[in-house]
């Protein structure tokens, strides 16, 4: 992102339906800081590092890969990394520096935001664009993927939605967070109206010390959020282009919800399982001489299909499992749509189709949308999977859980008996 101002955004009503198609958008839809020293985390050489502590790591893979017979790899591993908090490793949007008593944010804007420890006093000489006093106490939040990682963080802190007092939601889709149903019907949490046109009569009289937000070209609601002068950051975590860059934004809500040390914890559980889970397959594929999967990743919508871009997160989690994906040179961090004739070329002999909605639920509703479809490899051996309803709440929350899921869809011999969360097989 550039230095100074907003960096380019998609127009917002060509690309919202691909994006939401693609799964590559999951919205609308205290005291103390973090310790520092050293922190036990897994690493790998899979993914540049800028850490270091010690780990033991004994690995057991037991796959079937040739059907007649059972191997078992077992391999001990020390891994040294080190890192002091808060560290912000994957994520490219956003940052965090540590002062005595305050952090500097840098948001999903470039914006300079202020974090000043409640009793501490507004350091002298450091620039920013708006002061936050934290722990913050009552947030508003305008996305599904905001309310996933609050949702996360609820096992570790179980107070913490006592901190949130309204979303912006308009009752437009399901939610899959019993403690958010439970909220809004009590009215411990207050719903202010769709996340593109809140009723912002609701959102002043709830008195938020900050509201998070996304943003877009012609984005209505920061301007007015500004001409209120209610205070926001902006969280772009669906510009990311790793799993693990989307999930690290859960060190934003750390930050203001002075709950640094358990959204390292956090982030450290789930980089670890993520590790785990890509060397297991990179293991065995060398163990077993196992071929790379290929994967094609789409959705077709009135007549028109769109894949992820290849250098999109999901283009990227394929990567990170040894496999090839379809579209590599597709430079699109996001959606790209491509012509009929290109899809059915590169896409017909994929090993895996994933289609990447939940509107399409049966093989017949995707030929009928795109006949020769029927030929393809992965029909023909029954391994296409569209989304799970669940995927852009749940799956995100536990986004470790979505790439074993698509670990074991594309290497099924090496994940006998997982059952998925957060895919349908068609």
Known sequence: MSGGGAFSRPVFAASLAVALL???????????????????????????????????????????????????VTRTETVQVERREPEVRYAKFFSLERGDGYSVLRDGLNRTVLLVRRGHSVPQGVKADIVVQVPVQRMVLMSATHVA???????????????????????????????????????????????????YEKLVALKPDLVVIYTFEGDPVRSKLDELKIPYVVNSEYLETTLLGRFEWIKLFGALLGLDDVTAKVFDLVESKYILIARKVSASMVTFGLRPVKVAWFSIYRGTIYVAGGQSYVANAIADLNAVYAFPDLRSTGGAQVSVEDFVARARDADVLVVSTDLLTSIEALTEELPQIAEFKAVREGRVYRFNSNIYQLGYMDTEGWFLDLASMLYPDLFPGHELSYFVAM
Do not use: H
Request: net charge neutral; glycine share 12%.
């Open 149 to 199: 990682l609050i949702e996360r963080l609820r096992e570790y802190a179980p107070d913490v939605w006592d901190r949130v007092a309204g979303i912006m939601w308009g009752g437009s889709y399901r939610w899959f967070f019993p403690e958010v149903e439970r909220r809004l019907s009590d009215g411990k949490l207050v719903d202010v109206g769709a996340a593109w046109s809140p009723d």
């Open 22 to 72: 693609l799964g590559l958008v999951a919205g609308f839809l205290i005291g103390g800081g973090a310790s520092g020293g050293v922190r036990t985390v897994t690493a790998t050489s899979l993914l540049e590092r800028r850490q270091t502590v010690t780990e033991q790591l004994t690995l057991i893979q037991t796959s079937t890969v040739v059907r007649e017979s059972t191997l078992t």
